[in-house]
Every structure is written in C-alpha cells, then in structure tokens.
Nanobody, 126 residues
Framework: QVQLVESGGGLVQAGGSLRLSCAASGRTFSMYVMGWFRQAPGKEREFVSA????????DYADSVKGRFTISRDNTKNTVYLQMNSLKPEDTAVYYC???????????????????WGQGTQVTVSS
C-alpha cells in the first residue's frame, strides 16, 4: 500500500493556472502508474490524466487535453498536475491515485488504482 498526500488546490479565476502535487510514501513509487481523477458535486469521479511508471506515456481526458500536463519526479516520489487555462467546469475535488500493479501502462479505470489521496479542492470562478 502507498500513502498519497495531495496539495496545491485553491481558488483561481477562469484562465488561471494551478499546479497540484501528490507526495507518495510507503512503497516503491517509481514502479507504479500514477493518475489524477476528479469529482464535482453531484457527479461521479472521472479520469483526468495518468502517467506510466517511467513517465514515458501520458494519457489525458479529452476535456483537459492541451491544458493540463502530468509529470512525475521519481527521485522525490511526487507526481504533478499542471493545470492551465482553467475553466469553471474544472471545479472539483482532485484525487491522486497509484496503480494496483507495478509496471502497467496507463489506465482510465478507477478499479486499476488501489491507493488514493484525500483529495484537494480546485475552484475556478468565472
């Protein structure tokens, strides 16, 4: 099991930027795919982005492609989500997640991720 702690959320105006961070501890971080999901009030949790264990392959939801960038620093056991050109519809609680199995490719399935952070609120005002 891995412990995940997100940070970097906040309130920003439309068009602004935020960078989320997720610090991991408890197992070999560098072996696992890492993902970001979000959940808006009254909606289901949805996939945002994922990155393979070595950072070689990144995947993005269509709604954030071209605006968000996922990255990781395996020396710091940290994954990041740079969010630019934010829109009010990006408002949600953002969750970091770690894959269940080592060395798998990216995934959009919640069930492929076994460890979750507590979430960080992102609010984009119009």
């Amino acid at each position: 099991q891995v412990q995940l702690v997100e940070s970097g959320g906040g309130l920003v105006q439309a068009g602004g930027s935020l960078r989320l961070s997720c610090a991991a501890s408890g197992r070999t971080f560098s072996m696992y795919v890492m993902g970001w999901f979000r959940q808006a009030p009254g909606k289901e949790r949805e996939f945002v982005s994922a990155l393979t264990w070595n950072g070689g392959i990144a995947d993005y939801a269509d709604s954030v492609k071209g605006r968000f960038t996922i990255s990781r620093d395996n020396t710091k056991n940290t994954v990041y989500l740079q969010m630019n050109s934010l829109k009010p519809e990006d408002t949600a609680v953002y969750y970091c997640a770690a894959g269940k199995s080592p060395f798998i490719s990216t995934s959009r399935k919640i069930t492929d991720f076994g460890s979750w952070g507590q979430g960080t609120q992102v609010t984009v005002s119009s």
